[in-house]
């Protein structure tokens, strides 16, 4: 071999045929193929989300479909279920005098504005019981804890100018309870009634609330109340208390306090034997009223139907609810919550 030729050139026999190498590396072919695939596999992936998209749209468009007939369809059930509770509620005592008994009215649960002891309901059997001929007298059965003042007030007032107007005799009968603003009204009866183990009394006012402003202090929370009236925010929660305003909350509630004392020296008169506890807000089974002349004697609504009214047939004339208006309210419930849950949403009671 020369020196002088190049080692890389390749070997050749005698002949100055070049000898046979090893075989060349195989290149990779352009990669035109892949490169034309993704965009297609992308593509294919679109196609496929958008389809599912469409899909999910038109589901969602056939629920809302039905949803709407639904409610078509639950208001016209709706309004045909109350026409026809209309149609067929009884008319109490409307068409003809009924034969001698004793009407009942019954004050059940808080005394609060849209509850069953509201002075809206209260005064409407009030008002039933009164002008019915056929009632002797008018019974109330109290099962109550007491509530609004203004709602007690409204029902008491109430009672005292139905009494003078129909000159019928009213009994309060007392079961479990008749506290606060239960006996508020109680003291309009001619009578209470009680059982020796019911409760009665708590001649008071209340007005009840928190105050969060050391836990604000510790955890670092600072309120922010801006009000127009010096006032206005009184005995907020969040904020600190200032006496003049707690003076005149006191105020109120003490006037309120000497309304139902007023009240109740009118109601019970010489039979009610105060003393330093009588107005402090205490309570006290039915013996002890007794004796304090909060109550007049034991009795139930039979005895006082039979033994005092002498009329023992009893008429209830307390409000109710019909078929017709419970199942209203029940469907629109139902319909309610599942409008909400069609829409992704819960229903929740707070």
């Not at 749209?57 to 509770?85: H, N, Q, S």
């Not at 606060?180 to 183990?197: P, R, T």
């Not at 009000?227 to 929660?237: C, F, I, V």
Request: proline share 5%.
């Amino acid at each position: 071999m020369n020196p002088n030729d190049d080692p890389s050139a390749p070997a050749s026999d005698d002949a100055g045929t070049p000898a046979p190498g090893p075989a060349p590396t195989p290149r990779a072919a352009p990669a035109v193929a892949s490169a034309a695939a993704v965009p297609t596999t992308e593509r294919a992936s679109l196609e496929r989300t958008l389809e599912q998209v469409a899909q999910q749209l038109l589901r969602e468009r056939r629920a809302d479909r039905r949803w709407r007939m639904v409610f078509r369809l639950g208001w016209l059930v709706v309004a045909g279920v109350l026409v026809w509770g209309a149609a067929s509620a009884p008319q109490l005592h409307k068409s003809a005098p009924t034969t001698p008994h004793t009407a009942l009215v019954e004050l059940r649960g808080e005394i609060a504005l849209d509850t069953e002891a509201s002075a809206e309901q209260m005064l409407s059997g009030l008002r039933s019981a009164f002008e019915d001929a056929g009632a002797q007298a008018v019974v109330l059965r109290i099962n109550s804890p007491g509530g609004s003042p203004v709602q007690s007030g409204i029902v008491h007032d109430e009672i005292l100018r139905l009494k003078a107007l129909h000159k019928k005799k009213v009994y309060a009968v007392v079961e479990e309870v008749c506290a606060s603003g239960a006996y508020y009204i109680a003291v309009a009866a001619d009578e209470i009634f009680v059982d020796k183990a019911s409760i009665v009394g708590s001649i008071g006012v209340l007005m009840d609330g928190f105050g969060f402003t050391d836990v604000m202090k510790k955890v670092g929370v600072e309120r922010r109340l801006l009000t127009a009236g010096r006032n206005k925010g009184m005995l907020d929660p969040f904020s600190p208390e200032k006496p003049e305003q707690v003076a005149h909350a006191q105020a109120m509630l003490d006037q309120i306090h000497q309304q139902f004392i007023t009240v109740v020296r009118e109601g019970r008169g010489q039979r009610l034997k105060e003393d330093e506890d009588t107005f402090s807000g205490l309570f006290w089974n039915g013996e002890e009223a007794v004796k304090r002349g909060l109550a007049d004697r034991y009795g139930t609504l039979d005895m006082v139907a039979r033994d005092v009214v002498k009329a023992e047939e009893i008429i209830d004339y307390t409000p109710t609810e019909n078929v017709a208006e419970r199942l209203a309210k029940r469907f629109g419930a139902a319909i309610g919550e599942g409008a909400v849950r069609a829409m992704g949403g819960s229903l929740r009671l707070h």
